[in-house]
């Protein structure tokens, strides 16, 4: 039943509905995710910081996508799993706790979209402009990028929970797994109108910039491609956009399944289980999806290997 306290501070989250019988095995089969997640996307960090022949734009920006995949799963799996071991009675946070996690879980999908446009610009540059790659991609142009990429975010979805934490409350139950917007405005009983309507255009203009900068670099990507008779320049145009994309698609899929859910109460059970999966799927494929295609991740793996091998 659902508690009508006036802007209560301590808020109860539904979770995830198991039964008792898969409680362990969908706990365990999370928490073995987050391990390996965690592992992939600190591994291929700490590798691009320590070896300096992936200190190149490409992987440095890739970085700033593992950061962000860090970020999100650290702030919303542990809670989750531990919420998964505790009767729903029980599964409570504080309010405030709750607009950090929510702030936390925008902050690192929409990061996602905007580095994942700076790394568009990039393969861009390096593929129709390799003779001047070095001239245009700077350490000052992707110093100024990443900040851009990270402040423009954090400004946007600053906006976004301020317009959520002006309303006041008379629900205390979050319809979701974690705190995000949409679950904490709906503890409202005052209007939301202007909440929708900036949620609209954010995600709008946000889906637009992001889906619209990918068309347009990988158009002429192609178009520098199918002119080109270098055999060599064609398969690396393939080798790095086709990985770009795959990440792109991914993520585009993921976070499009939540949104299109959230319009279909009836199907709660499975935006939950959608919300879950947007965190951890591709946070796990892209540190594998990238380590497949760099030949210097590569590289450097097999030397370690090698190394260690020949010590025994």
């Known amino acids: 039943m659902e508690n009508y306290t006036y802007n209560s501070l ?32 600190v591994g291929i960090s700490v590798l691009i910081f320590t070896d300096k022949n992936l200190h190149q734009p490409m992987y440095l920006l890739f970085c700033n996508l593992s950061v962000s995949d860090i970020i999100g799963c650290t702030h919303i799996l542990p809670r989750l799993l531990s919420d998964m071991l505790r009767p729903p009675s029980e599964r409570l946070i504080s309010y405030y706790e709750c607009v950090v ?7 690192f999908a929409t990061t996602s979209h905007t580095v994942l446009m700076i790394m568009a610009f990039d393969r861009y540059v390096a593929i129709c ?51 995000d917007n949409a679950s904490l405005f709906k503890l409202s009983c005052e209007s939301v109108f202007i909440n929708n309507v900036y949620g609209l255009t954010f995600t709008v203009v946000l ?24 055999k ?9 956009c086709s990985t770009h994309l795959v990440v792109y698609l991914i993520m585009i899929f993921s976070g499009s399944t939540i949104i299109t859910l959230h319009r279909f ?48």
């Not at 996690?101 to 902050?107: D, K, L, N």
């Not at 990507?221 to 199918?226: A, D, P, R």
């Not at 494929?285 to 590569?298: A, F, H, R, T, V």
Request: proline share 4%.
């Open 10 to 41: 301590t808020l109860q989250l539904e979770g995830l509905k198991v039964t008792k019988n898969f409680k362990y095995p969908v706990f365990f089969l999370f928490f073995i995710s987050y391990i390996v997640m965690m592992i992939m996307n």
């Open 129 to 179: 402009n390799p003779l001047r790659y070095s001239a245009i991609m700077t350490n000052k142009l992707l110093i100024k990028l990443t900040v851009s990429a990270w402040g423009v975010t954090f400004v946007l979805v600053g906006i976004l929970l301020g317009l959520t934490i002006r309303l006041n409350r008379c629900r205390t139950l979050i319809m979701n797994p974690y705190c």
């Open 207 to 230: 889906l637009t910039s992001s889906i619209g900068s990918i068309v347009l670099t990988y158009t002429k990507i192609t178009v520098v491609c199918l002119t080109s008779k270098n």
């Open 265 to 312: 109460p009836q199907y709660s059970d499975y935006r939950k289980l959608s919300a879950i999966l947007f965190v951890i799927v591709p946070g796990s494929l892209n540190p594998i999806i990238y380590g497949i295609q760099s030949k210097e991740i590569q590289r450097f793996l097999f030397e370690k290997f090698r190394s260690k091998k020949c010590l025994k």
């Open 101 to 107: 996690q929510a702030f936390t879980t925008h902050m």
């Open 232 to 240: 060599s320049l064609n398969s690396k145009a393939l080798k790095t």
